[in-house]
């Protein structure tokens, strides 16, 4: 089956900084890449997603880039604000979703 | 996106007893709902895929008879957790696929904690 590492499990950033999020997955037929942001005691919201047969996209300050070849796959948050603060989730999708472990970031104001 | 509730939002019971959590799809109709299991900062486990009208299948090492699942109804999926005991006390979260779509729609979870 699937396998998705994430890294780091922890992050902390100052306002106003960028974070990365990294996730390899392990399956070539996983086609459908989502991010998940999920704020404590609450449901997983998506904030973006990529299919493999793009690159790269954006959504204001966050940004996903997929290297099929690699089979990895990064969340970009451009000028962090405290209101990102939350655990982010990676996910890859084949004939079902497999989740990462989580990034729990913290954005220091 | 769809609209995916669960009730109850959380529950307190005693060693034993029986839990039933709904998850109910509010604005279209789901032959296909997931059934998670998340504990405290660990992610997101899948536990089961409930069908309509049939058998739900589960993820190995999840026990069928003790996490029993119903999707009798195209709004409609229950997970009953059977004798439930304090390592059982987690956050349940349902999900629904996105239609025509591969996304899914999370419900708002179930914290239950077993005493």
């Known amino acids: 089956g699937e396998n998705v590492e994430q890294h780091p499990s922890t992050l902390s950033v100052q306002e106003g900084d960028s974070a990365v999020i990294k996730c390899t997955y392990s399956?070539?037929?996983?086609?459908?890449f989502p991010w998940y942001k999920q704020e404590l005691g609450k449901r997983p919201q998506l904030i973006i997603d990529i299919r493999s047969n793009v690159g790269e996209k954006k959504d204001q300050r966050i940004a996903v880039t997929l290297n099929k070849t690699a089979k990895h796959f990064s969340l970009h948050i451009t000028e962090t604000q405290p209101e990102d603060s939350a655990v982010y989730f990676c996910?890859?999708?084949?004939?079902?979703?497999?989740f990462g472990t989580g990034t729990s970031l913290t954005v220091i104001p | 996106g769809a609209v995916v509730s669960q009730h109850p939002s959380w529950v307190i019971c005693k060693s034993g007893t029986s839990v039933k959590i709904e998850c109910r799809s509010l604005d279209f109709q789901a032959t296909t709902m997931f059934w998670y299991r998340q504990f405290p900062k660990q992610s997101l486990m899948l536990m089961a895929t409930s069908n309509e009208g049939s058998k739900a299948t589960y993820e190995q090492g999840v026990e069928k008879d003790k996490f029993l699942i119903n999707h009798a109804s195209l709004t409609l999926s229950t997970l009953t957790v059977t004798s439930a005991h304090p390592e059982d006390s987690s956050f349940y979260i349902c999900?629904?696929?996105?239609?025509?779509?591969?996304?899914?729609?999370f419900g708002p979870g179930t914290r239950l904690l077993v005493l």
């Open positions: 996910a890859a999708r084949g004939n079902q979703f497999y």
């Open positions: 399956d070539s037929a996983s086609n459908y």
């Open positions: 999900s629904q696929p996105a239609k025509g779509q591969e996304t899914q729609y």
